[in-house]
């Protein structure tokens, strides 16, 4: 069974930039399609960016267009979430899921690790 964990959070402020990353254990995450949501305090876990296994196709949210990056290392089973520019509504706890097939529905996820505050102040 696949167990996720994510890291680099913290606290930055505005137009700033943070590094996440995501690790598996257990199993690879060989053939999955891996994502990053987020869940601000009173909101509903919102998509955020979500890539192919290969690599090869990613997807944004909006909001995140232009301003974050996902990439993944398959040999070191990891993926990584860059975020620059970085605004005050990004401040959530953040996690990263993964999903067969390519979906940026978060009800296909599973694996969901214990996420990684980010707080940007203005």
């Known amino acids: 069974q696949v167990q996720l964990v994510e890291s680099g959070g913290g606290l930055v402020q505005a137009g700033g930039s943070l590094r996440l990353s995501c690790a598996a254990s257990?199993?690879?995450?060989?053939?999955?399609?891996t994502g990053w949501f987020r869940q601000a305090p009173g909101k509903e876990r919102a998509f955020v960016a979500a890539i192919s296994w290969s690599g090869s196709s990613t997807w944004y949210a909006d909001s995140v267009k232009g301003r974050f990056t996902i990439a993944r290392d398959n040999a070191k089973n990891m993926v990584y979430l860059q975020m620059n520019s970085l605004k005050p509504e990004d401040t959530a706890v953040y996690y990263c899921?993964?999903?067969?097939?390519?979906?940026?529905?978060?009800?296909?996820?599973?694996?969901w690790g214990q996420g990684t505050q980010v707080t940007v102040s203005s």
């Open positions: 899921a993964f999903a067969f097939g390519a979906t940026l529905n978060r009800y296909d996820y599973r694996g």
């Open positions: 257990g199993r690879t995450f060989s053939g999955h399609t």
